[in-house]
């Protein structure tokens, strides 16, 4: 599709072009659906999208995506900040209160130590989560980070910044078969490291 | 996906997974994309919408999207004036464009005729076609309306409508086995009608 009637169309479609996933075509269909709405909608649309970017915080403690200063899960006081989950991004920590068995609190790094994509320890947020770790309310760090090459690099370089602090429990989340899935069609990294780290049968 | 950590970011989340087709998954994925940005691009993405609809026109003439009140097309002196070819939508005039074998001028209906949907020859451009297809300048009126039984419909309202106006010429595209196809894969009806309209073989 190239001839468009209007330049303030084409403008909108390429802006809708431009997210991840997202083809002329399909950035046509979104635009036509936003000129079908009534002017109202559509600035609520645009004003909401301005509006996020503008106002919202990264927590300083954990760098989530927050609406304030310090987002509600570090601010809140029933939460057990002994105990601080490592994840890449914020999805995973989404995905983790989903789960609704976890009770602690969070580390945000914003990303994985990848030398060939040019991300170092000081682009992400490891000098925070190390200043976080020394402090002595911290009882234990879980590191829920990827099983790739980068995940297992971030994880030992982590480690190796923490470990001085040796009354600190670090630990990583269980890798093993998923629940419902067949042992047939496990990889057999995955098998071999749910035999390694099983565990007491429970009736 | 349920609990977001910012009521901002829900809410762009929210406002992303109202387009047709986006699930609250990839509406999340385009705007943890878009907080990735300068605050100068989101700016312009959520300008570019507004404006769209705020400024945005539709040609008096034909009704396709345009910039000013009157398209390029319809604009345009070069055109063949004499030659209406009415479409459904504005994505139908791009499609046509986009041959390079028109000459014409458009004439947007904005919808077909669908009495289940509740639509009749009143919710679309029907009357301003009518006129338009009554002046003496006008020699001929191209249907190019989508082969559906709403499609087949609006035709005929169409047709009854301009046909009073005898020296019309009035046509419809060309129905049959598309460029590339076999002839095994093509529906009977389609074959049907490319054997009925079969053309003189130029070498």
């Keep these: 599709m190239a001839a468009y009637s209007s330049q303030l169309l084409e403008n909108a479609v390429n802006q809708f072009a431009s997210l991840p996933g997202v083809g002329s075509k399909t950035a046509l269909r979104f635009v036509l659906n936003l000129l079908r709405r009534s002017e109202s909608e559509v600035d609520d649309f645009a004003q909401v999208i301005s509006k996020l970017k503008h106002e919202v915080h990264y927590c300083r403690e954990c760098h989530n995506l927050s609406d ?75 590191f829920a980070l990827p099983t790739t090459m980068e995940g297992d690099t971030t994880c030992f370089y982590l480690y190796r910044k923490i470990a001085p602090r040796t009354e600190l429990k670090i630990t990583t989340i269980a890798r093993g078969v998923a629940v419902g899935n067949e042992l047939q069609y496990a990889d057999e990294i995955t098998l071999g490291k749910s035999l390694q780290n099983r565990t007491v049968f429970q009736q």
């Design 68 to 142: 304030a200063p310090v987002c509600t899960i570090c601010a809140n006081a029933r939460r057990d900040h002994s105990t601080i989950c490592v994840v890449e991004n914020i999805r995973d920590v989404m995905a983790i209160e989903n789960t609704q068995q976890y009770q602690g609190i969070y580390h945000v790094l914003g990303g994985v130590i990848s030398p060939i994509d040019g991300i170092g320890p000081d682009n992400i947020e490891v000098e925070s989560l190390v200043s976080r770790a020394m402090k002595p309310e911290v009882k234990e760090v879980i």
